[in-house]
């Protein structure tokens, strides 16, 4: 079994568990449940620069990456940064992150939030709307072509951007649908955990130019960006490498300035 497998069954057994305390019903009459969403496939459409700066405590591969920053000061300092939005983690058991992670982001900045998240239930995405997320990004390696049809529709009639990830061509292919608005290709192999941005480069000719392309994991440096642009990317998802340091939103700040070659 890898580590994919293990994290499903054990969101199966969460999201049962958070639906029997709070009802979709109840979420719907949440505050932020009416509030108007920010679009981060038009804001990366309408950037030179595409960063995707995400909050992230650990990981399966990396261990801890920082405990130690607060939600609220990460958010502004991603904001004041100009990154396009933020990801949110918000599996607790692997990763460290909590849904009240997206509140806190909500209250701190008005960037478009991703919930960053294993999503195997319509539960999900009525709860990632009721914290306060503007996208949700379904996983197409943990999904079947009907639930990501059935979760991506869901999602839009909610007001919510999708961003479907894929990590192989035949994942690509199953996924192809209107109700995307963004189409991310994940560089690190889920089971192998090895990292290399020949996946995007491969996938990217395969991407309709319907959809905003996105690069995730691997990303390090503004080399890499530059190498991926001519491939049609317009998002860079980057996690650990603002993450691991004091201060995430300076970091942000200063690859932006570099990646826009000031």
Avoid: W
């Avoid at 990292?195 to 319907?210: A, E, F, G, H, R």
């Amino acid at each position: 079994m890898n580590i994919l497998d293990k994290i499903v069954i054990d969101k199966r057994k969460e999201v049962d568990l958070r639906k029997s305390l709070i009802p979709v019903y109840q979420l719907e009459q949440s505050v932020l449940f009416e509030r108007k969403t920010n679009s981060l496939a038009q804001n990366l459409k309408a950037s030179n620069t595409g960063i995707i700066a995400e909050h992230k405590r650990r990981s399966p591969s990396k261990s801890v990456i920082n405990q130690g920053l607060n939600v609220q000061d990460v958010a502004s300092g991603y904001e004041n940064a100009g990154v396009c939005g933020m990801s949110v983690l918000t599996d607790v058991k692997y990763f460290g992150g909590a849904i009240d992670d997206l509140l806190l982001a909500r209250a701190s900045c008005n960037l478009p939030l991703l919930r960053k998240e294993f999503i195997i239930d319509e539960y999900q995405i009525f709860e990632a709307k009721a914290y306060g997320a503007d996208v949700i990004l379904l996983i197409a390696a943990i999904l079947t072509r009907a639930e990501i049809k059935q979760f991506s529709e869901l999602a839009k009639s909610l007001n919510l951007d999708v961003l479907l990830e894929v990590h192989n061509e035949e994942e690509l292919h199953k996924s192809i649908m209107p109700s995307l608005d963004m189409l991310g290709v994940n560089n690190r192999n889920l089971k192998t955990f090895e990292v290399s941005l020949d996946t995007s480069k491969q996938l990217s000719q395969l991407i309709p130019n319907d959809f905003v392309k996105v690069s995730e994991s691997g990303i390090s440096s503004v080399e890499a960006i530059k190498e991926l642009q001519p491939y049609g990317y317009k998002g860079f998802l980057i996690g650990e490498n603002f993450m691991k340091t004091d201060n995430p939103g300076e970091s942000a700040a200063k690859f932006i300035k570099e990646l826009a070659g000031l």
